[in-house]
């Protein structure tokens, strides 16, 4: 599917100069540089527009490759406890350390992560610079204004991707003669002012309907805004602008924003951009890139060699996340850690063999979500089949038994989702969510309880109401995963909408909360609804450093260090992995930039504490 709506690469804005001496002349010097426009093609507004689209195509992360990946899934959902890495030991072996906290600064997919997000600031950079130079006769205020608000906007994106990574870092605005890795701009303050102050501009200077699909308009800004705040405790500031997204936000087409009806149709290719699609990197197949504007960061994660992708076996849930789904008698979650004990734990099918006939699925109550987040054997793989087990999984000794499947397509939906134009089928047009409304939710929430808990205002009935919102969607029945198996050939669509043509595939029971005692309790709800809610979607790990939930010290019971300890009675990698408070709530500044960063010997970066 060709969406063709922003996501088209400039090739000409980013060229790299090559240095060859075709003469001794000093005219030599005079000549324009290989690949380069002049100025009058590039100072003009269609230039400055065609800048801002290189700058959103930045979003996606590194090009063609996963592991300077914006998604997350291996800084945010691998550390953070939602997943294993999956596959053996040996393919993308630099993610076994990052997991298991030993990785060093010399490791490759840290100093990816930092060239894709700080080229993603450049060509921000660069937009704002070609409208500085703009003359009124060549654009209008008001159309200089949105340009520069939307860059503005995504300078703000690709900062806060370092920020939550790194803590200390560079903040490079439009004022710095900007070449990669020569820029030289120390890490000796904190950035949090300036990356508010750029989604601030957004916010209070985009429209909020009126823009084509993929564009940021001010509820995104605000929900960034927002999500900034939240991320600096500054509880008040936030529920302000999240009040605001929740009484009028709407998408860049117009619509209100709501929760989609079916908690699974957030992930289909079809619903892109519907009303809970706040903001997200617009993926993108047959237009002619040969897969460039595609979703390539999530290629490896597909059950191995089998259903969709056709390949890798990577990002495998972990035990600790299929057992968060239990329910109680109430349909309420075990927010204790009691879902790890050997009475509630999920029935898998770890070590068991694909023939042998003495397995069945889990009996116990479920929230839902499991079931469209994990894929577990006994129970269907939308329409690929059911689930088979081991033979479905590259390694169970190494990524245990279980398979990734929220961002899974449907059989009957390969020939739209994906176009063949690479080494597997997994290269998909279904896009990158940043932010859903969910997520606006469960931060209102979170702020109201924060702020009883402060004494400085807030509601826990709000706070219960926002909760209750999202899992009411999840109790919805005709978003249950069906016990029947379609065979790719029928009509996916009218499989989903026949929500009395089977039995559920599992005992789903949830239900809403019926009060918050206190803010405590509230909090431990709310962040457990998080955990159930974007499970597989990259967040985990940023979260639990945010709520200092790391370890015990934090007060929670559900906590990494715990996760780790579980997953060592599981799998044998874990065993022993040791999460250090102060130093791991960080990665290290990756080795390759500190290097590039020397004058007379002395870089102007700061290597983070205890590395």
Same mark, same amino acid.
């Given at each position: 599917?060709?969406?063709?709506?922003?996501?088209?690469?400039?090739?000409?804005?980013?060229?790299?100069?090559?240095?060859?001496?075709?003469?001794?002349?000093?005219?030599?010097?005079?000549?324009?540089?290989?690949?380069? &426009?002049?100025?009058?093609?590039?100072?003009?507004?269609?230039?400055?527009?065609?800048?801002?689209?290189?700058?959103?195509?930045?979003?996606?992360?590194?090009?063609?490759?996963?592991?300077?990946?914006?998604?997350?899934?291996?800084?945010?959902?691998?550390?953070?406890?939602?997943?294993?890495?999956?596959?053996?030991?040996?393919?993308?072996?630099?993610?076994?350390?990052?997991?298991?906290?030993?990785?060093?600064?010399?490791?490759?997919?840290?100093?990816?992560?930092?060239?894709?997000?700080?080229?993603?600031?450049?060509?921000?950079?660069?937009?704002?610079?070609?409208?500085?130079?703009?003359?009124?006769?060549?654009?209008?205020?008001?159309?200089?204004?949105?340009?520069?608000?939307?860059?503005?906007?995504?300078?703000?994106?690709?900062?806060?991707?370092?920020?939550?990574?790194?803590?200390?870092?560079?903040?490079?605005?439009?004022?710095?003669?900007? &070449?990669?890795?020569?820029?030289?701009?120390?890490?000796?303050?904190?950035?949090?002012?300036?990356?508010?102050?750029?989604?601030?501009?957004?916010?209070?200077?985009?429209?909020?309907?009126?823009?084509?699909?993929?564009?940021?308009?001010?509820?995104?800004?605000?929900?960034?805004?927002?999500?900034?705040?939240?991320?600096?405790?500054?509880?008040?500031?936030?529920?302000?602008?999240? $009040?605001?997204?929740?009484?009028?936000?709407?998408?860049?087409?117009?619509?209100?924003? #709501?929760?989609?009806?079916?908690?699974?149709?957030?992930?289909?290719?079809?619903?892109?951009?519907?009303?809970?699609?706040?903001?997200?990197?617009?993926?993108?197949?047959?237009?002619?890139?040969?897969?460039?504007?595609?979703?390539?960061?999530?290629?490896?994660?597909?059950?191995?060699?089998?259903?969709?992708?056709?390949?890798?076996?990577?990002?495998?849930?972990?035990?600790?996340?299929?057992?968060?789904?239990?329910?109680?008698?109430?349909?309420?979650?075990?927010? $204790?850690?009691?879902?790890?004990?050997?009475?509630?734990?999920?029935?898998?099918?770890?070590?068991?063999?694909?023939?042998?006939?003495?397995?069945?699925?889990?009996?116990?109550?479920?929230?839902?979500?499991?079931?469209?987040?994990?894929?577990?054997?006994?129970?269907?793989?939308?329409?690929?089949?059911?689930?088979? #087990?081991?033979?479905?999984?590259?390694?169970?000794?190494?990524?245990?038994?279980?398979?990734?499947?929220?961002?899974?397509?449907?059989?009957?939906?390969?020939?739209?989702?994906? $176009?063949?134009?690479?080494?597997?089928?997994?290269?998909?047009?279904?896009?990158?969510?940043?932010?859903?409304?969910?997520?606006?939710?469960?931060?209102?929430?979170?702020?109201?309880?924060? &702020?009883?808990?402060?004494?400085?205002?807030?509601?826990?009935?709000?706070?219960?109401?926002?909760?209750?919102?999202?899992?009411?969607?999840?109790?919805?029945?005709?978003?249950?995963?069906?016990?029947?198996?379609?065979?790719?050939?029928?009509?996916?669509?009218?499989? &989903? $909408?026949?929500?009395?043509?089977?039995?559920?595939?599992?005992?789903?029971?949830?239900?809403?909360?019926?009060?918050?005692?206190?803010?405590?309790?509230?909090?431990?709800?709310?962040?457990?609804?998080?955990?159930?809610?974007?499970?597989?979607?990259?967040?985990?790990?940023?979260?639990?450093?945010?709520?200092?939930?790391?370890?015990?010290?934090?007060?929670?019971?559900?906590?990494?260090?715990?996760?780790?300890?579980?997953?060592?009675?599981?799998?044998?990698?874990?065993?022993?992995?040791?999460?250090?408070?102060?130093?791991?709530?960080?990665?290290?500044?990756?080795?390759?930039?500190?290097?590039?960063?020397?004058?007379?010997?002395?870089?102007?970066?700061?290597?983070?504490?205890?590395?």
């Amino acid at each position: 599917m060709n969406k063709n709506i922003i996501i088209k690469t400039i090739a000409w804005m980013f060229p790299v100069a090559l240095m060859v001496a075709y003469s001794c002349e000093d005219s030599f010097l005079e000549q324009p540089q290989k690949g380069a &426009l002049g100025d009058e093609l590039v100072i003009t507004k269609k230039g400055a527009e065609q800048s801002l689209i290189g700058a959103y195509a930045a979003l996606k992360g590194n090009q063609g490759n996963y592991n300077g990946s914006n998604t997350g899934w291996v800084f945010g959902s691998i550390v953070g406890g939602d997943a294993h890495k999956g596959s053996d030991a040996g393919d993308q072996s630099d993610i076994n350390s990052i997991a298991n906290f030993t990785a060093t600064s010399t490791n490759s997919y840290f100093n990816a992560k930092w060239i894709t997000n700080y080229d993603g600031i450049n060509r921000a950079n660069s937009t704002i610079k070609i409208l500085d130079k703009l003359e009124p006769s060549d654009i209008s205020d008001a159309d200089k204004t949105t340009l520069r608000a939307e860059a503005r906007f995504l300078r703000g994106f690709f900062h806060f991707e370092v920020k939550k990574m790194w803590n200390m870092v560079p903040y490079v605005d439009e004022k710095i003669d900007y &070449l990669l890795g020569n820029f030289k701009v120390p890490n000796d303050r904190d950035i949090w002012a300036d990356i508010e102050a750029d989604f601030k501009f957004g916010y209070d200077n985009l429209a909020g309907s009126g823009m084509a699909a993929g564009r940021a308009n001010k509820w995104a800004a605000g929900a960034f805004l927002a999500k900034a705040y939240i991320f600096q405790r500054k509880f008040a500031e936030a529920k302000t602008v999240l $009040d605001a997204i929740i009484a009028e936000g709407t998408t860049p087409g117009g619509a209100r924003y #709501g929760l989609m009806d079916r908690f699974h149709d957030n992930f289909e290719m079809k619903n892109d951009n519907n009303k809970e699609s706040v903001f997200a990197y617009q993926a993108s197949i047959n237009d002619g890139s040969g897969g460039n504007n595609a979703n390539f960061d999530e290629i490896l994660n597909w059950p191995y060699n089998n259903g969709p992708g056709g390949c890798c076996g990577f990002f495998q849930p972990s035990f600790e996340l299929a057992n968060s789904y239990r329910t109680d008698g109430t349909g309420l979650p075990l927010l $204790d850690r009691s879902y790890n004990s050997s009475g509630e734990q999920l029935r898998d099918d770890m070590g068991i063999a694909v023939d042998d006939p003495g397995f069945t699925p889990d009996a116990g109550n479920l929230d839902p979500r499991i079931d469209w987040t994990i894929g577990r054997r006994g129970i269907p793989y939308l329409d690929w089949g059911t689930h088979p #087990g081991s033979s479905w999984v590259r390694l169970q000794s190494n990524g245990g038994p279980y398979s990734p499947k929220k961002h899974a397509y449907a059989k009957a939906d390969e020939s739209s989702v994906t $176009d063949g134009s690479s080494w597997t089928k997994g290269l998909t047009g279904i896009n990158v969510q940043f932010i859903r409304y969910a997520q606006v939710l469960l931060w209102a929430a979170e702020a109201e309880a924060e &702020l009883v808990k402060a004494g400085t205002g807030g509601s826990l009935e709000k706070a219960r109401e926002y909760v209750n919102m999202v899992r009411a969607r999840a109790a919805n029945p005709a978003g249950f995963v069906k016990a029947s198996v379609q065979d790719g050939k029928s009509d996916w669509d009218a499989y &989903l $909408d026949a929500t009395v043509a089977s039995q559920p595939a599992a005992k789903y029971v949830v239900a809403e909360y019926p009060s918050f005692p206190d803010a405590t309790y509230a909090l431990r709800a709310i962040h457990f609804e998080h955990k159930l809610e974007f499970g597989m979607e990259g967040h985990r790990f940023f979260d639990l450093v945010r709520w200092d939930e790391t370890t015990s010290a934090g007060g929670n019971p559900v906590n990494l260090q715990a996760y780790l300890d579980y997953e060592g009675t599981r799998l044998g990698i874990y065993k022993g992995v040791t999460f250090v408070r102060g130093k791991h709530d960080y990665y290290p500044l990756p080795q390759n930039q500190i290097d590039l960063e020397q004058t007379g010997g002395v870089s102007a970066l700061n290597q983070n504490p205890g590395y």
